[in-house]
C-alpha cells in the first residue's frame, strides 16, 4: 500500500515561507516523477510543480521564481520551500508521484494560509 503523508503547512503572513514535506512509504518501484499541486475554494486544482528522477525541475509560471521543489531519493521525501507567499497561494497543498510501474498516487493535503 503506497501512502504519501504530507507536512508543513499552516498560517503564514504575505512575504513569508514555508516548507512542505511530502514521505512516501509503501512503494516497491522507484518514484519517477514527484510533484505538488494545489487546490484553492472554490477553484480546480492545480499543478504546482515536478521533479524527474534525474532532479530536472518544472514549475508554474506563478510560483517560479519563489518556490523550490527538491526531493531526497534516500528518504523518499519530497520538499516544496515556499518564499514570498501571497494570499493567492492559500490552498490545500498535495503531493503526487509517478511510479516506474505506470500508477501515480496523491497524498491528502496539507492546508497552506497566507493571510496578514
Known amino acids: 500500500q503506497v501512502q504519501l503523508v504530507e507536512s508543513g503547512g499552516g498560517l503564514v503572513q504575505p512575504g513569508g515561507s514555508l516548507r512542505l514535506s511530502c514521505a512516501v512509504s509503501?512503494?516497491?518501484?522507484?518514484?519517477?516523477?514527484m510533484g505538488w499541486y494545489r487546490q484553492a475554494p472554490g477553484k480546480e486544482r492545480e499543478w504546482v510543480a515536478r521533479?524527474?528522477?534525474?532532479?530536472?525541475?518544472y514549475y508554474a509560471d506563478s510560483v517560479k521564481s519563489r518556490f523550490t521543489i527538491s526531493r531526497d531519493n534516500a528518504k523518499s521525501t519530497v520538499s516544496l520551500e515556499m518564499n514570498s507567499l501571497k494570499p493567492e497561494d492559500t490552498a490545500v497543498y498535495y503531493c503526487?508521484?509517478?511510479?516506474?510501474?505506470?500508477?501515480?498516487?496523491w497524498g491528502q493535503g496539507t492546508q497552506v494560509t497566507v493571510s496578514s
Open positions: 521533479i524527474t528522477s534525474g532532479s530536472s525541475t
Open positions: 503526487r508521484i509517478w511510479t516506474t510501474d505506470g500508477n501515480s498516487y
Open positions: 509503501g512503494s516497491s518501484y522507484s518514484s519517477y516523477i
